[in-house]
C-alpha cells in the first residue's frame, strides 16, 4: 500500500507516550473520552494526553453504551467533549437483553444528534454488525480488520522503518470492507499487538489513505463545519423561502 499516514489511538491503559518519538512519523492521535463500565466516567489520562496530543490533529473516542439511551449517551459526550471538529464513536459494547432494532434505534437517535455538531466517524468491525441494525450508511467509519500479516506475537518492539515495511505489504481497501454499512475512511490494521517507538505498551495501529493534510480535512481541521443532515438541510432551504419554524433536534 502506498500514500498512507499512521494513526493511533492511545487510553489510560498505555500510560506515559513519549510525543516526540511519534513527530515525523505518526500523524493523528485519538484519544479514549470514557471508559463505561461502571456508568460513563472519563478516562483517567484523557486530560493529559489530549493536551500532549495538540500536535497530532487530536480526536477524542467515545465509548458507546447501550446500557443507557442514545440521548444520554449524548448528553455525557456533549457535557465532556472538549473543543474539537470531529469525534469517533467506538461501538463494539454488546447487551444481550436489548434487542438488535431497539438498539439501533437508540444508536441511530444518538448519531443524528452527534452529527448535528462534530464529523462523526463510527468505529466497529465485521464482527460486531450483528448487534444492532441498521446502521447508519451516510457516515465514514474507522473499520478494524486484522490481517495475519499485522498481528504478530503480543508486544513485539518495532521501529518506525520495520513497522512502514509490514504497512507497505497490505492492500487498500481493507479485505472485508465490502461488508461495512459506510465508507471506510481509515483502517485499524492492528489490534494492541505492536508497541511503536515512545511507547512502553503495546498499541492499536491504524492507516489512513492519504497525507497528513488530507487527515486533517478529513477530522474537519480545514475549518470546514460538519455535514448537515438531511433534515437540517431542508429546514436550511426552507428557511430560505421564509420558514421560521424550530430547528430539527
Not at 518519538?21 to 460513563?40: A, P
Not at 474539537?84 to 444481550?96: G, L, N, Q, S, Y
Not at 462523526?120 to 495475519?148: E, H, M, N, Q, S
Not at 437540517?232 to 426552507?238: L, V, Y
Request: contains cysteine; negative net charge; proline residues 8%.
Amino acid at each position: 500500500m502506498d500514500n498512507y499516514s499512521i494513526v493511533l489511538d492511545v487510553w489510560e491503559g498505555q500510560l506515559e507516550i513519549n510525543e516526540a518519538e511519534l513527530t515525523g512519523n505518526v500523524v493523528g492521535l485519538i484519544v479514549r473520552l470514557n471508559d463505561m463500565n461502571g456508568g460513563h466516567h472519563k478516562d483517567t489520562g484523557f486530560d493529559k494526553q489530549w493536551e500532549e496530543a495538540k500536535n497530532f490533529s487530536p480526536a477524542p473516542y467515545f465509548v458507546y453504551n447501550p446500557w443507557v439511551s442514545g440521548q444520554d449517551n449524548y448528553a455525557w459526550l456533549r457535557a465532556s467533549i472538549p473543543s474539537c471538529p470531529a469525534v469517533f464513536i467506538d461501538t463494539e459494547v454488546r447487551k444481550t437483553s436489548l434487542s438488535v432494532s431497539l438498539y439501533g434505534a437508540e444508536y441511530n437517535k444518538f448519531i443524528k444528534l452527534c452529527r448535528s455538531n462534530w464529523k462523526t466517524i463510527i468505529y466497529t468491525g465485521a464482527g460486531f454488525l450483528d448487534a444492532l441494525a441498521p446502521w447508519p450508511k451516510d457516515v465514514d467509519y474507522w473499520w478494524a480488520a486484522y490481517p495475519w500479516s499485522m498481528y504478530p506475537n503480543p508486544g513485539i518492539k518495532v521501529t518506525w522503518e520495520q513497522l512502514r515495511t509490514m504497512l507497505d505489504k497490505l492492500v487498500w481497501p481493507p479485505y472485508n470492507s465490502a461488508v461495512s454499512p459506510g465508507l471506510v475512511g481509515m483502517w485499524q490494521c492492528s489490534g494492541d499487538r505492536i508497541t511503536v517507538p515512545g511507547s512502553i505498551r503495546p498499541m492499536d495501529i491504524s492507516v489512513f489513505k492519504g497525507t497528513q493534510a488530507e487527515y486533517r480535512a478529513w477530522l474537519g481541521y480545514d475549518g470546514q463545519p460538519p455535514a448537515l443532515t438531511w433534515e437540517q438541510s431542508i429546514t436550511k432551504w426552507a428557511r430560505g423561502l421564509g420558514y421560521s419554524g424550530p430547528e430539527p433536534t
